[in-house]
Antibody, heavy 115, light 110 residues
Framework: QLVESGGGLVQPGGSLRLSCAASGVTFRGFEMNWVRQAPGKGLEWLSYVTSSGTTKNYADSLKDRFTISRDNAKMSLHLQMNSLRVEDTAVYYC??????????WGQGTMVTVSS | FILTQPHSVSESPGKTVTISCTRSSGRIATNYVQWYQQRPGSSPAAVIYEDNRRPSGVPDRFSGSIDGSSNSASLTISGLRAEDEADYYCQSYDSSSHVVFGGGTKLTVL
């Protein structure tokens, strides 16, 4: 099970740190991702990190504003989001699995960027 | 590249429906294609991975295929049930391991 937290209302230009707590899975064995979904829109992949945390990948659209990290000892995944824009408003999902199989999805956390 | 799906499809219960996913550039067979189901108010869940493999618990009414001639992937659902009504997304990735999702298809079971 994956449970996201840290979402909420933030002003444009602000920062937010999302977290994802894993339970009931061998967290350290999973590659992890963040995927978001704007209201009424489709899915957008944001970032990926290998099981060890040594390799990370990001969508080009993020332009270095977001940083993914993980703590295998604490079975947690994080997404640091800076310079937030109105268009970053979305539900953010934590997802376990590689790019050929997004196996386990969290319930999502809502991020609203608005003044 | 982009993955193009029909915006919506509809079919009656018990029938078979196919949802297409066309890759704009590069060969569809180069990278695996996955399919995700998202019921209203729920998180997505995989129904097909690696072109045609079903995750545990997904009924064999769901199947996936690849067609090189049309450069597209397809998700076929047979014996349609009301519970199949959902949004369906295809997904693949590029040579840099950047993930791409299709725009999604809304399936209505009439």
């Amino acid at each position: 099970q994956l449970v996201e937290s840290g979402g909420g209302l933030v002003q444009p230009g602000g920062s937010l740190r999302l977290s994802c707590a894993a339970s009931g899975v061998t967290f350290r064995g999973f590659e992890m991702n963040w995927v978001r979904q704007a209201p009424g829109k489709g899915l957008e992949w944001l970032s990926y990190v290998t099981s060890s945390g040594t390799t990370k990948n990001y969508a080009d659209s993020l332009k270095d504003r977001f940083t993914i990290s993980r703590d295998n000892a604490k079975m947690s995944l994080h997404l640091q989001m800076n310079s937030l824009r109105v268009e970053d408003t979305a539900v953010y999902y934590c997802v376990a699995g590689g790019i050929t199989h997004f196996d386990v999805w969290g319930q999502g956390t809502m991020v609203t960027v608005s003044s | 590249f982009i993955l193009t799906q029909p915006h919506s499809v509809s079919e009656s219960p018990g029938k078979t429906v196919t949802i297409s996913c066309t890759r704009s550039s590069g060969r569809i067979a180069t990278n695996y294609v996955q399919w995700y189901q998202q019921r209203p108010g729920s998180s997505p869940a995989a129904v097909i991975y690696e072109d045609n493999r079903r995750p545990s618990g997904v009924p064999d009414r769901f199947s996936g295929s690849i067609d090189g001639s049309s450069n597209s992937a397809s998700l076929t659902i047979s014996g349609l049930r009301a519970e199949d009504e959902a949004d369906y997304y295809c997904q693949s990735y590029d040579s840099s391991s950047h993930v791409v999702f299709g725009g999604g298809t809304k399936l209505t079971v009439l």
